[in-house]
């Protein structure tokens, strides 16, 4: 056998076949190989002392190995150190019978990798199986389902009542939890920092706005197995929407030579022939297919496009949808109103996704929907503006309009808790050609241009053609 120095270098091999996918980078090693010594959660957990050569630690599925001088990255690794359990989870009103469950599937129909929020009478079953880390592929079929909520109990319950699984919870955020880390200590620890039996309640305006759990399998209250990694189970309040979503409008078959714009206030939703696909551009920003190597949104993968599912029927305990059309209605935000209405000129228009949202209903406006309902001001409008109907009655307004009177041409007649009027506009340029009447609390006026006659607290008084009274 040589005594020189030799060198190693490991590669990724499919499974079936003997082929290799990747080779690792080159390692000097001596005789003893390389020896794992177990997971990290970072590099920058690695030893930066006491290191022999060969040592090897695995980092989210790839192996870190020592070369005498450095760790070295030499590639992806199969085995248990690759492998990962999975949670899957399901809901029914069921305490006794658990959802179906066919446990030889990888991704099982009915069970979802997100805890869904649960109603009044809902039961939150969980079931998991060991990844393969390489192929993902089931090593282990999932386990039989058990419920996570529990049957009595303040806030929900604590821990699974008749199954030898415990389940510990904590507040978090999408992406962080307030528990202490996980991590090769605390993994095992009987009672870990932070993780708490009862499930925690969630407030809205607290920034804290999901729950995390960690389980493992307990007998005679000792621990059989490790806690699991940390996993959300979903947003169960979700942080309020108003203001966040743009205008969905249509703009037709999508081309590669069209620019699309979503201006964070409107955004156009395309047909794309190529898979059949509606998609929403769901990115601020401006699209042209030309400078996108020609992708369309069915094969684009920045992820600025969005498809719109399509599905014959929907029923669900709950639906947040900030922005949607129904029917001929949109709704945005505090907004719902028709996806009819009347431009600048007063003529119809469909261009809904024009409207100002500040000023809705202002006559200059490119669009004025026929109707509309303000949920945040309590306002309602009819008739492009001609009624409106507001939270404080004092403002409250029924007007009828013929013509643009606003242009310089038309008529209109208007009430209010303070009377009645009426303006007949001819020409802007020849006031003497006007008309309007009014009467209110403040009393009688009449312009018929020339003549002129009123009646206040002041008295009477008529204007001629000369102007004397």
């Known amino acids: 056998m040589s005594t020189g120095i030799w060198w190693k270098s490991i590669a990724l091999v499919q499974g079936e ?16 190989g390389v020896v794992i010594k177990g997971t990290l959660d970072s590099t920058d957990d690695l030893p ?9 630690w695995v980092i989210d599925g790839f192996l870190w190995v020592w070369n005498g001088s450095n760790w070295v990255n030499v590639g992806k690794v199969q085995g248990m150190d690759g492998n990962y359990y ?7 009103n069921s305490w006794e019978i658990a959802p179906q469950l066919n446990a030889a599937e990888r991704y099982p129909a009915g069970w979802s990798s997100t805890a869904p929020a649960l109603s009044s009478g809902k039961v939150l079953w969980a079931t998991f199986a060991l990844i393969n880390g390489g192929d993902n592929t089931l090593m282990e079929q999932w386990c039989d389902p058990y419920y996570m909520t529990g049957m009595t109990g303040d806030n929900g319950g604590s821990g699974i009542p008749g199954v030898g699984y415990e389940v510990r919870y904590c507040k978090g955020t999408e992406t962080t939890y307030t528990g202490e880390a996980w991590s090769d200590s605390m993994k095992w620890k009987r009672n870990p920092t932070g993780w708490s039996m009862d499930v925690p309640e969630l407030t809205n305006g607290d920034e804290y706005n999901y729950i995390w759990f960690i389980q493992c399998r307990v007998i005679n209250d000792n621990m059989e197995t490790a806690w699991s990694k940390p996993n959300p189970m979903g947003g169960i309040i ?8 743009p205008i969905a409008y249509p703009a037709g078959i999508y ?11 409107k955004a156009p939703y395309v047909y794309d022939t190529s898979d059949g696909n509606y998609y ?37 305990d709950l639906l947040i949808a900030p922005n949607s059309l129904v029917g001929g209605a949109v709704f945005n935000n505090n907004l719902m109103f028709s996806q009819r209405g009347k431009n600048a000129s007063g003529g119809d228009s469909s261009e809904y996704h024009l409207i100002n949202t500040s000023d809705p209903m202002n006559t200059s406006n490119s669009f004025r929907p026929n109707f509309l309902l303000d949920f945040e001001n309590g ?34 007649a208007s009430m209010d808790l303070e009377g009645i009027g009426f303006d007949k506009v001819v020409a802007t340029s020849n006031p003497t050609a ?13 312009n018929m241009g020339i003549p002129r006659f009123s009646v206040n607290e002041d008295g009477m008084t008529f204007g001629n053609y000369i102007g004397t009274n």
């Open 434 to 446: 006007n008309r309007s009447a009014e009467l209110s609390i403040k009393g009688l006026s009449v």
């Open 17 to 32: 076949t003997g082929s290799v996918i990747e080779w690792g980078a080159v390692v000097k090693v001596t005789g003893q």
């Open 86 to 92: 999975e949670y899957r989870f399901a809901r029914n």
């Open 379 to 412: 306002e309602a409008y009819f008739g492009a503006g001609g009624i409106h109907l507001a939270a404080d009655s004092a403002n409250s307004l029924i007007q009828l309009i013929s013509g643009n009177p606003a242009a310089g041409f038309g008529s209109a």
């Open 48 to 56: 930066t002392s006491g290191n022999e050569i060969g040592d090897g």
């Open 238 to 245: 979700t942080p309020d929407p108003v203001g966040s979503q």
């Open 255 to 265: 081309s590669t030579s069209t620019p699309y714009i979503n201006d964070g206030e």
């Open 280 to 316: 929403f551009l769901k990115s601020v920003m401006t699209w042209l297919g030309t400078q996108w190597n020609n992708e369309s949104p069915a094969t684009d993968t920045s992820g600025a496009w969005t498809v719109l599912e399509n599905y014959e029927a929907i029923y669900t």
